[in-house]
């Protein structure tokens, strides 16, 4: 690897410490991977001499992929079926009410699974994830098991869009913070598998509550998709530990602010923010716009399940070919043909086979958004600031999802209708990722070669 490869990618040489030479602390603990696979994973989490690096695979790393993957499957997956609710709450449950103010139930789910991220991130780097993921599992399951109850808006707002939102910042964050550690060359890979959780719950959850509301009832739906998620995340809780143990200190508002007057890390941060406002309108609009078009609805209700068959290989793909080529690299990559597939495919087509065409371009390269987002702050950030510095990237993205599908709404609602949200979609999608290509281009001048 050339010198300037080497600087391009600062975190995989970079040790908790901060120390410049890792060797030395090798050499005092030459088996420290092998003792690592043979404790338990408790033992395993204890703290490691200082500068230590991640076992990148083992039995306990592996593990902590596993329950990983099972609460992106219980949250992001989750989150990928808003759009089959959206559709039902429009025409079933909640059909009094307009468009944009039902998608506030989606926005504030948005919102609250990202905007706690720094109080989250805070919480972990001082006590690690064990009680985050413990309470966060319990908000989860009991809010959608009282959405399973609601008859009213305000009772799934609360319900669905709020308390269930918290428990889901509570478990995901924790998880993705921690499986992180554990992994340093092959942490893309690692991404790339543990996402797939996310994409596996978005072609499931849509289909499961689909076929469920027609055989069992909209309540009985719910606690069936409650009952699996406390199942996965009884797994999680007995499978996700830190690889770097918490280290409690109190946050100054000198931590608050030093990120946000780093321009690496606001030009990422913003990139992330930007691309938001594109990446969630084909989620939640792709089947009520097909079902405006004349679509089927029996073909309608697969489109997101299609959407989301599409990014899980796009995001176990993304995650190795950002190992071998750069994070940074394949998400510049994938993310502009994802606003291209909106401006070039969504916004003329109007056939089915365009809208399911578009489906699985668009999810298989936004796939890697989602998957990607840590690896990215990882470029950015020391390790013991990672839980944190995640959260505010996070926090500046929830608004974002907060806003996002009541604009839309309003879009559709008013004169632009659906073109105009096809295009303000598209063109947030290539503005978000052009922050980011600004990003690399300072670290890494014009060189496309070069793997970042």
């Not at 998880?175 to 598998?193: D, E, M």
């Not at 009541?406 to 290539?430: E, H, M, Q, T, Y």
Request: hydrophobic letters at 45%; glycine letters at 10%.
């Amino acid at each position: 690897m050339s010198d300037l490869e080497q600087t391009a990618n600062p975190i995989e040489n970079k040790s908790i410490e901060g120390e410049t030479d890792n060797s030395d602390h090798k050499a005092e603990n030459p088996n420290a991977s092998s003792t690592l696979q043979g404790h338990d994973a408790e033992k395993a989490a204890q703290p490691k001499p200082s500068g230590s690096d991640p076992p990148d695979g083992g039995t306990v790393a592996w593990l902590v992929i596993l329950g990983a993957w099972c609460t992106s499957f219980c949250s992001f997956g989750w989150l990928n079926s808003i759009g089959v609710f959206q559709e039902y709450y429009e025409t079933e449950l909640l059909k009094s009410y307009s468009p944009s103010t039902i998608s506030w139930i989606p926005s504030l789910q948005i919102f609250f699974m990202m905007g706690m991220g720094p109080l989250v991130g805070a919480v972990y780097d001082n006590y690690g994830p064990r009680w985050l993921l413990l309470v966060g599992s319990f908000f989860h399951v009991f809010g959608i098991m009282m959405t399973s109850l609601g008859t009213e808006y305000y009772q799934i707002l609360l319900a669905q869009g709020l308390c269930s939102a918290i428990g889901v910042s509570a478990i995901f964050q924790p998880a993705l913070t921690c499986a992180a550690g554990w992994f340093n060359h092959k942490r893309g890979t690692a991404f790339g598998i543990l996402f797939t959780g996310s994409s596996m719950g978005g072609i499931i959850f849509p289909i499961l509550v689909s076929h469920l509301i027609r055989k069992v009832g909209f309540g009985w739906s719910m606690r069936i998709c409650a009952f699996l998620i406390l199942f996965l995340l009884i797994i999680a809780n007995l499978t996700v530990h830190a690889y770097y143990p918490p280290r409690p200190h109190k946050v100054t508002r000198a931590e608050l602010v030093k990120p946000l007057t780093e321009i690496q890390f606001v030009l990422v941060t913003a990139g992330l923010f930007l691309f938001s406002y594109g990446f969630f309108a084909p989620i939640n609009y792709l089947p009520v716009q097909a079902l405006s078009a004349g679509m089927d609805p029996n073909l309608a209700q697969y489109l997101v399940p299609i959407l989301n068959a599409g990014s899980l290989f796009g995001r176990l793909l993304s995650g190795i070919l950002g190992d071998k080529i750069g994070t940074y690299n394949i998400f510049i990559v994938v993310c502009y043909l994802s606003g291209i597939w909106i401006l070039a495919l969504w916004l003329p087509g109007a056939s089915d086979a365009a809208s399911i065409a578009f489906a699985v371009l668009f999810g298989f390269f936004s796939g890697a958004y989602v998957s990607l987002i840590t690896p990215l702050i990882m470029h950015v950030s020391p390790m013991t600031e990672l839980g944190f510095r995640t959260g505010i990237v996070l926090f500046l993205t929830a608004i974002g999802g907060l806003t996002t599908n009541p604009i839309n709404g309003a879009i559709v609602d008013g004169s632009g209708g659906w073109r105009g949200l096809k295009i303000f979609s598209g063109v947030f999608c290539l503005a978000g990722t052009t922050f980011i290509l600004v990003a690399r281009i300072r670290k890494t001048g014009l060189k496309l070669l070069i793997r970042f």
